[in-house]
């Protein structure tokens, strides 16, 4: 159990009126931000991912922050600074305005014209993460209506996050001098454990490879010299079988899991004794597992290294033909996820030798690195936010892994080495994160407001 939270004793009482009072006029404004189509991956939207931008930057100065929108080699940022005590500290809280492409076939309502049906606003973005950056603000505008204490605010909002954050430590080298040492960095772009309220304090890195081989400087002739010169396709696979087992452990030398600590062998025991085993599959439509051990595919999950194949160059598509040839070049489209306590530049060296252990002419290339990252567990901001959680959301929260990234986060380790992470979940599963009807449920924004309200009230208390 997290040590509770010392509240005002009206301080509920105000928060449920404020909700009541204001819930409208969010809902208004997600529809706004919703309305937006700002996709980052299509060149075309990026007058869009502006344009968001400018209408939350109205939004914010509502409430009396200040901002400012930087651009940088990509998409812009948004910056926002709250400084309501020169003596208190700052934090900072980061959301993307940024969405995924919305062309699925499966889409009920137009993902652009947001639609409140059923006690869910369904629309691109609405989850992820517009949704949960509106009951941030309107905490934050509770609290300083009310009076009530609260840290100093700095907002980050970028719009590359749903094509990886490219040029966001760009951004916070340029604001280096204008940014606020935070205490702590508030994060809001993370998903429930079933109906658990979640703390994410651990987060997989990725690694983006090409593997390539050549032999010659065209294609040759089955025929005529097959068994004689090389198959560089044959040569190619044989290699990268090497890297993973049969039970799709990562094989490669010096690429191995960590060992996870008392604390974190008990929160993932905490969540494989609720985890749902016939959810998961249900989710991945049928694909067969590796095993069926809910605790070994949590730690699976949270905390090992992956070794995937997702493609080829230099290999035949055509669908019902088989030419004979012989392929000269070849290349293997890959990625690893990988662990914070994992550095993706030796992980590369480590792959390369690996496979040049079955043919020294392989060359490994990298496509793109993210590290992972990995909160303080013991931090207050984290023992804060538990409690906040089971005031806002009515359960003391999980606190799990994922095995997915968020780009921003290690840049943000890279520039404030002590300020500790805290990832706080507002959405659920059934929100269709980056799928087809995506939707924010009326319940989670309004518990979302009541959990960052007694974060930040924590906070702000704590530094008096």
């Known amino acids: 159990m997290p040590p509770p939270l010392h509240l005002p004793d009206h301080f509920e009482t105000e928060l449920n009126a404020y909700i009541q009072d204001q819930i409208e006029e969010l809902v208004q404004n997600l529809f706004e931000l919703v309305s937006i189509p700002s996709i980052s991956k299509l060149p075309e939207h990026a007058e869009d991912c502006q344009r968001v931008l400018e209408a939350v930057a109205k939004m914010a100065a509502k409430f009396g922050f200040s901002y400012k929108i930087t ?3 990509g998409l812009p940022v948004f910056t926002a600074w709250l400084e309501q005590n020169p003596e208190a500290p700052w934090i900072t809280i980061y959301n993307h305005m940024d969405v995924q492409p919305a062309d699925e076939p499966q889409w009920e309502s137009s993902p652009f014209e947001p639609l409140l049906k059923d006690e869910r606003i369904y629309g691109r973005g609405s989850t992820d993460d517009k949704g949960p950056a509106l009951t941030t603000l309107y905490a934050i505008a509770f609290l300083k209506e009310k ?21 966001f430590g760009q951004f916070l080298d340029k604001m280096q001098t204008e940014l606020k040492t935070p205490r702590s960095i508030l994060v ?23 593997a390539e081989l050549i032999s010659g400087s065209q294609d040759q002739h089955s ?18 079988a090497t890297c993973v087992d049969e039970s799709g452990t990562v094989t490669i030398p010096d690429v191995t899991a960590p060992v996870l600590n008392a604390e974190e062998q008990a929160a993932l025991e905490k969540t494989a004794a609720v985890f749902n085993l016939e959810r ?11 095993t069926e051990d809910t605790r070994e595919i949590i730690e699976r999950i949270w905390c090992r290294p992956t070794f995937e194949i997702h493609g080829f160059e230099g290999i035949q598509t055509t669908p019902g033909m088989i030419k004979s040839a012989l392929p000269y070049h070849v290349k293997a489209k890959l990625t690893l996820r990988l662990m914070a306590e994992q550095d993706p530049n030796q992980v590369l060296k480590a792959l390369e030798k690996h496979l040049q ?15 992972g990252c990995k909160s303080d567990l ?25 095995g997915g990234s968020i780009g921003a986060l290690p840049e943000f380790q890279r520039i404030f080495p002590n300020s500790p992470l805290v990832l706080i979940a507002q959405s659920l599963m059934s929100d269709h994160y980056h799928g087809p009807n ?3 449920r009326m319940s989670q924004i309004r518990n979302g407001i009541r959990t960052m309200a007694a974060y930040l009230y924590g906070l702000g208390a704590g530094s008096e």
């Open 71 to 73: 651009q940088t080699q």
């Open 147 to 167: 009076g009530y204490p609260l840290p100093n605010i700095q907002l980050i909002y970028e719009t590359e996050e749903e094509n990886g954050s490219k040029h």
């Open 188 to 210: 809001s772009d993370t998903i429930f454990e079933g109906d658990h309220p979640a703390l994410t304090y651990r987060l997989r890195g990725l690694l983006q490879a090409e």
């Open 223 to 240: 025929g005529m010299v097959g068994g004689v010169v090389e198959n560089p396709l044959n040569l190619l696979v044989k290699a990268l």
């Open 280 to 290: 998961l599959h249900l989710d991945t439509h049928g694909s067969r597992f590796y």
């Open 357 to 371: 252990a079955s043919h020294p002419d392989i060359q490994v290339h990298d496509r793109g690195q993210l590290r």
């Open 378 to 402: 013991d931090s207050p901001a984290m023992q804060t936010a538990a409690a906040a959680c089971e005031f806002g959301f009515g359960k003391s929260p999980l606190i799990v892994g994922s």
């Open 438 to 440: 995506e939707n924010f």
